[in-house]
């Protein structure tokens, strides 16, 4: 039974998740101004929204940052994070998603599902995080709730469970009957609330049809609800509520909404359905964690030693602001905390509540609370913070590996120094981006996960840092693989200078390795294994052979590029009394694999992405043409609302300034959204630069 006195059960963290141009942002500034946070409508367009307050964002009129902020609605605490849609910055979705405990899924009402609505869904699922679904733009020309829900089926694979029946269609919706209630709710023009009634007459047949197959739907998935169903043949309004919150919270359905965030219509509905369905901190499982290499949990209790997880640092020119969801225990100002990553103390200096770029002081941070400390020096995201005497550390958000790079160079050599401080700075904030320095040109490499993300990266070091930078045409991260391995390759280290020597023998096959392999030691597309015999190489030997092998896979053959898609087996080996060690046998491990991938028909690998690109219908010769000389190859074909829907997958690197291409082919009426799909075999004759 919930303890229904616990402040906790009126907390909800949540983040707003869609592709982009879904109206992720709308929806946050509607739910902003209808719960009187703010006090005027913020417009993407006009740029005057409070959660997209960052100036390339309203340039570009697109989310970039993940941005939180706070608001209230029927006695309830929310705490919302907007998210950015646009595939590059699907690793400040990871972040976010990794300290929510639930989310609204935005789609639109003509799209219905699009490429990145399906990446954030797959995320939200890896993360387990409880979801309701909101149809978005239902006064749209084409809008159909009936087909986005059939897209949500069919691409997604939840039960979507349609709470709703909307009230007129494109230019005339003006409200939705609220099939849970019975009740028809809705806005007239320039309202600023709904007005409740009775259900129109013309729907009643159809809403009470729609009820039914919801009350069906829902018995067959919940038993307390299927009881009720086979004793009266129909659910409570109370009934079907529990059973929509329980199935939403265990993950068994997905709540489906409806309504238009621009014009304020199915605001207040979404509101009240985040805090009838989605979850409080209470409703979740105890926070786990390790030490000394030991699980341990600790529970939602303000009482409880303090535990919370940095998810997003801000290093501005002033200072540095640490975002934090705090797990478990209570965090006041000036408190020391214990940093699990760095193994040391840090005094909290602030305590802000945070609304995007605006900060009201706290004195104290509870559990459920996400909030921004300032004074914390080493801390970043991904880093557990706890109660120095009750230690912790939580499973950090995972980090994409970055498959775009660019050379970047300070114009003036005088400016160097302070161009290595601001990409410092950015890789603290982006843990997204990395920065190398390449070993043979000496230029300095910034990697990310997009043509546009790295764009932005630079567009903040001019801003900024009032730098100006030279930056290199972008190049895409590709990978090595073996084609055709070797068996029985021998290689046999001996070292002998005086004193103790060094000597290891290793007999390794190295072969491809598919999704298929047997089960081994396998991360990062590299299995090992060992099938030696009689002791001839002891276990703790046989370890650091596989971790010489691994240093070995930073640098293929071709050209320098790291190597995936890989079995390794050593069969065979020999030790000496004295000069073996862990040493020696890592070393052979290395450049035994080194040789033997020399000695192998090795093959490159290019990443790919899936590309939906809709323009036109009199553009699709021109646009299939163009994505065949680019190496694309066609998945599928559609049409919607009048234009036509091309999906195919493309090399990353062909995509390079496609967008000014597609624009120009279709007279600036045709757009594209890409995602990675991973790697697949470039052909012969692609050049890749060593890196």
Known sequence: MRNNTNPLTTVRNLGILAHVDAGKTTVTERILYTTGTTYKRGEVHDGTTVTDFDPQERDRGITIFAAAVSCSWGGHRINLIDTPGHVDFADEVERSLRVLDGAVAVFDAVAGVEPQSES????????????????????????????????????????????????????????VVDLVRMRA????????????????????????????????????????????????????AATLADALRDLTRGGDGVVVLCGSAYRNRGVEPLLDAVVAYLPSPLDVPP????????????????????????????????GRLTYLRVYSGTIEKGDTVWDGSTRRTER?????????????????????????????????????LCAPGAPLVLEPPGVAEP??????????????????????RLTEEDPSLAVRTDPETGQTVLSGMGELHLEVAMERIRREHGLDVAVGRPGVAYRETVGEGVTGFVHRHVKQDGGAGQFAHV???????????????????????STVVGGRVPQEFVRAV???????????????????????????????????????????????????????????????VEVTVTVPEDAVGGVLGDLAARRGRVTGSDTRAGAAVVSATVPLAELFGYATRLRSRTQGRGTFTARPTGYAPAPAGVATPAR
Request: hydrophobic content about 40%; aromatic content about 4%; overall charge negative.
């Open 546 to 608: 596989e971790a010489g092998c691994r240093d070995a896979l930073a640098e293929g053959p071709l050209g320098g590029h790291p190597v995936t898609g890989l079995r390794v087996t050593l069969t065979d080996g020999q030790t000496h009394v004295k000069d073996s060690s862990d040493t020696a046998f890592r070393t052979a491990g290395r450049f035994g694999l080194r040789d033997a991938l020399r000695a192998s028909e090795m093959g490159l690998l290019e990443p790919v």
């Open 348 to 384: 909290i200096g602030r305590i802000l509540r945070v609304r995007a770029d605006r900060h009201d002081p706290l004195e104290r941070a509870v559990v459920g609370d996400i909030v921004a400390v300032v004074g914390l020096k080493s801390a970043r995201a991904g880093s557990t």
């Open 287 to 318: 926070v786990r964690g390790t030490h000394d290499g030991t699980e341990r949990e600790r529970p939602a209790d303000p009482a409880a030693p303090m535990v919370a997880l940095a998810f997003k640092v801000n290093a501005t020119p002033t």
């Open 120 to 175: 954030v869904w797959r995320q939200a699922d890896r993360h387990g995080v409880p979801r309701i679904a909101f149809v978005n733009k239902m006064d749209r020309a084409g809008a159909d709730l009936d087909t986005a829900v059939a897209s949500i089926r069919e691409r997604l694979h939840p039960a979507p469970l349609v709470v709703q029946l909307p009230i007129g269609a494109e230019d005339g919706f003006t409200g």
């Open 403 to 424: 498959v775009v790079h660019v050379s970047v160079e300070a114009r003036r050599s005088t400016d160097t120094d302070r161009l290595a401080s601001a990409l410092a």
């Open 185 to 236: 709710l809705e806005w007239a023009d320039g309202a600023e609330a709904a007005e409740e009634g009775p259900v129109p007459d013309a729907l009643r047949e159809e809403a009470a049809h729609r009820r039914r197959l919801l009350e069906e739907a829902v018995a067959e998935r919940h038993p307390v609800a299927l009881e009720e169903f086979c004793d009266r043949e129909t659910l409570t």
């Open 507 to 529: 007999v390794l096959d190295v072969e491809p390795w598919g999704e298929d392999a047997e089960v081994g030691s396998k991360e990062g597309g590299f299995v090992f294994r």
